[in-house]
C-alpha cells in the first residue's frame, strides 16, 4: 500500500514534523512518501491562503494520483479537499477531517486547540463544513507572537496544555484535538498531562487513509462528488489541464 502525504504549506521543515508523526503509526507493508508544496505561503491561516494551497493540492494529485492507493491533505482547514474528491478516484483524507472524526469515536465533544488567532475564522469554516459543528465545544487559539512556524510547538507547549485545561473545565470538551501542521507529532507528549483523549490528526489522517485505502470504497461516482463534465481550461498546470479535460493518458 503506498500513501502519499501532501503538505500544501511551503515549509519543508512541516513535512517532516507531518511525516514524522504519521510514520510512527504506519501499519506494515505500507509505504508514505511526502511532499511540500512549490507555491505558497509558509504556513496557511487563512481562506486566501487555503484557496492557495487547495491548488497546489491539485497540482500534486494531478501529476502523483496514479501511484497511490490514497492520498492526505496535511493542513489542518482541508485546504482543496472536495475539490480533490470530485477529480480523482483514490480516497484523500484531510488532517482536521480525520482528526475531528477520530475524536468523534472518543467523546461526545471535542475542542479544537491550536497556536494563533488568525486560524480561528477559518478552522470554525471547517469544521462546519464538515458537518461537525454540533459536536464541537469549543475552538481555543493562543494569543500571541511566536519566534518559529516549525518549532512552535516546542515554544508553547505548556501553554496549549493550559488552553486544553480551559477546554475541558469550561467547554465540556470530552477530547482534545491539537491542530495544525505545526503541531504534528506534540499530543503523544503532552497526553499524561491532559485529563482526556488527546488527538494527534497527522496519525490519525494517516491511519483513516490506510483503512479507506485498504476497503477500497471508491467506484463510479454519481453522488455530489461525481467527477465533473471535462472541460477545456487555459493557463493551468498541464497535468491539472488534462484531468480536467479527462485526457489523463494524453
Known amino acids: 500500500m503506498k500513501i502519499l502525504l501532501i503538505n500544501p504549506n511551503t515549509t519543508e521543515a512541516l513535512t517532516e514534523l507531518l511525516s514524522e508523526a504519521a510514520r510512527s503509526v504506519l501499519p506494515p507493508d505500507t509505504t508514505l512518501d511526502s511532499v511540500t508544496a512549490a507555491v505558497g505561503v509558509p504556513y496557511i491561516s487563512t481562506r486566501t491562503e487555503a484557496i492557495v494551497g487547495g491548488m497546489s493540492v491539485l497540482e500534486i494529485l494531478s501529476e502523483r494520483h496514479a501511484d497511490y492507493d490514497a492520498a492526505i491533505v496535511a493542513a489542518f482547514g482541508d485546504p482543496g479537499i472536495g475539490a480533490a474528491r470530485e477529480l480523482f ?3 484523500v483524507v ?3 477531517e480525520a482528526g475531528m472524526l477520530t475524536a468523534c469515536m472518543l467523546g461526545g465533544r471535542f475542542s479544537i486547540v491550536t ?6 475564522p477559518w478552522y470554525r469554516e471547517c469544521v462546519d463544513w464538515h458537518g461537525l459543528g454540533g459536536r464541537c465545544a469549543s475552538i481555543r487559539m493562543l494569543n500571541g507572537a511566536f519566534r518559529s512556524i516549525s518549532d512552535v510547538q516546542c515554544e508553547k507547549a505548556d501553554l496549549l496544555v493550559d488552553l486544553a485545561m480551559q477546554a475541558i473545565e469550561q467547554d465540556g470538551a470530552d477530547v482534545i484535538v491539537l491542530a495544525g501542521a505545526p503541531l504534528s507529532g506534540l499530543a503523544p507528549m503532552v497526553r499524561d498531562r491532559i485529563p482526556v483523549p488527546v488527538v494527534d490528526c497527522a496519525q490519525a ?3 483513516h487513509a490506510a483503512t479507506l ?9 454519481k453522488g455530489s462528488f461525481a467527477r465533473p463534465a471535462a472541460k477545456a481550461s487555459v493557463g493551468l498546470p498541464k497535468a491539472l489541464a ?3 479535460a479527462h485526457k ?3
Request: net charge positive.
Open 248 to 250: 489523463d493518458c494524453a
Open 94 to 96: 484531510g488532517l482536521a
Open 205 to 207: 489522517a494517516l491511519r
Open 89 to 91: 478516484d483514490i480516497p
Open 115 to 120: 497556536f494563533a488567532q488568525a486560524l480561528g
Open 242 to 244: 488534462l484531468r480536467i
Open 213 to 221: 485505502a485498504a476497503l477500497r470504497p471508491v467506484g463510479p461516482q
